[in-house]
């Protein structure tokens, strides 16, 4: 199931669960410095 | 490996996906362009929030995140603190070459009255407008104090930056 997560910042990915969980994690890390697990980034994440 | 890993956000805050901990990073992302100072980053025109771990110096984290995401800056420095978003939020000023953030959102900076303390208490409330204009009076401030600063800075921004000075130190 297709699932989005927003960010503060304005940034938002929409995408299966997999990619959505590397895309979080690499926005956090590149962008904003945050370690974010697997399980944070998929219960940040709603049905798109 | 030196320094502190940095901190997973709390689970807690998971949702928000919102930068926290103790100390953060604000960075404002400023460019002197054809029609004047404009605020721009990665996050859009907005202030930029990075988490600074323990143990880690908040200058080298953020130098470190603005050559990733936007290059190399043509000055950064700290500009002010102040608690906020939960923790000390560190402000820091990062000047770059319009061309190399080009693809980025800009907005035009206005000028803010300062948000003002008592003598020995902080202001009760700080917005953004603020922030920036201090960042830019002490900008206006290290262009004359600081060699390196002044030497960084075309000579556009020396001309602007005239106008954040206070009035003694105004060529009249």
């Known amino acids: 199931m297709t699932k989005v997560v927003r960010c503060d910042c304005g940034w938002r990915v929409e995408a299966e669960e997999e990619e959505l969980v590397a895309a979080v994690q690499e926005h956090g890390r590149t962008v904003h410095n945050m370690e974010t697990t697997r399980e944070q980034a998929l219960a940040m994440a709603e049905p798109a | 490996m030196t320094g502190v890993e940095p901190q997973p956000a709390t689970l807690a805050d998971a949702r928000a996906f919102t930068v926290d901990g103790p100390v953060q990073a604000e960075i404002l992302t400023v460019v002197l362009d054809a029609d004047g100072l404009a605020l721009t980053g990665p996050c859009g025109a907005e202030p930029w929030y990075v988490e600074v771990p323990q143990g880690e110096d908040p200058m080298v984290v953020v130098a470190r995140l603005v050559r990733a995401n936007l290059g190399e800056p043509v000055v950064l420095h700290s500009t002010s603190w102040r608690t906020s978003r ?85 060529h009249l």
């Not at chain 2, 000390?88 to 693809?103: C, E, I, Q, R």
């Not at chain 2, 202001?123 to 920036?132: A, E, L, M, S, W």
């Open chain 2, 86 to 170: 939960g923790g000390v939020v560190l402000t820091f000023v990062v000047v770059m070459d319009p061309a190399a953030v080009a693809g980025l959102a800009r907005a035009r900076i206005g000028r803010a009255a300062l948000a003002r303390g008592g003598a020995s208490t902080a202001p009760p409330r700080v917005d953004t407008g603020p922030v920036v204009e201090h960042g830019l009076r002490h900008l206006a401030w290290l262009v004359r104090d600081d060699p390196a600063v002044a030497e960084a800075l075309p000579a556009g921004w020396h001309q602007v930056l005239t106008g954040y000075l206070p009035e003694p130190f105004r």
